[in-house]
């Protein structure tokens, strides 16, 4: 599962950083987390994004639950543009490797 949380950031970016190195921080901490990344446009320095990758939907969910996480993260991640943040990941490719395809969990859950 990736998670994509984009901030726009005014002018107390520092403050920012803070707050956000210690998400990440909490974040990494928790069972089921597989990497992030926090990341600023090339283009528009006022606009971040915090990228975290984990094993499921449900590792990530039980995160979120955690003590520290909500004490940490969640403050910041409540200011992230209000636009959907968690993907599956449908395919993936590593360098000079084949593209490798994985089947979508929400394929296989019943319409209705």
Same mark, same amino acid.
């Given at each position: 599962?990736?998670?994509?949380?984009? @901030?726009?950031?005014?002018?107390?970016?520092?403050? @920012? =950083?803070?707050?956000?190195?210690?998400?990440?921080?909490? #974040?990494?901490?928790? $069972?089921?987390?597989?990497?992030?990344? #926090?990341?600023?446009?090339?283009?528009? $320095?006022?606009?971040?994004? =915090?990228?975290?990758?984990? %094993?499921?939907?449900?590792?990530?969910?039980?995160? =979120?639950?955690?003590? %520290?996480?909500?004490?940490?993260?969640?403050?910041? =991640?409540?200011?992230?543009?209000? %636009? $959907?943040?968690?993907?599956?990941?449908?395919?993936?490719?590593?360098?000079?490797?084949?593209? %490798?395809?994985?089947?979508?969990? #929400?394929?296989?859950?019943?319409?209705?």
């Amino acid at each position: 599962m990736l998670v994509i949380n984009r @901030f726009v950031v005014g002018s107390d970016q520092e403050s @920012f =950083l803070a707050r956000a190195h210690a998400a990440l921080a909490v #974040l990494a901490a928790r $069972p089921g987390y597989l990497r992030g990344r #926090l990341a600023r446009s090339m283009d528009d $320095p006022a606009h971040w994004c =915090l990228v975290t990758e984990w %094993e499921s939907v449900g590792a990530y969910r039980r995160a =979120l639950g955690a003590y %520290e996480v909500k004490v940490e993260a969640t403050p910041l =991640l409540a200011e992230s543009q209000p %636009e $959907p943040s968690g993907y599956e990941v449908l395919a993936s490719a590593e360098p000079s490797g084949p593209v %490798e395809v994985t089947p979508s969990d #929400l394929a296989a859950r019943p319409s209705g």
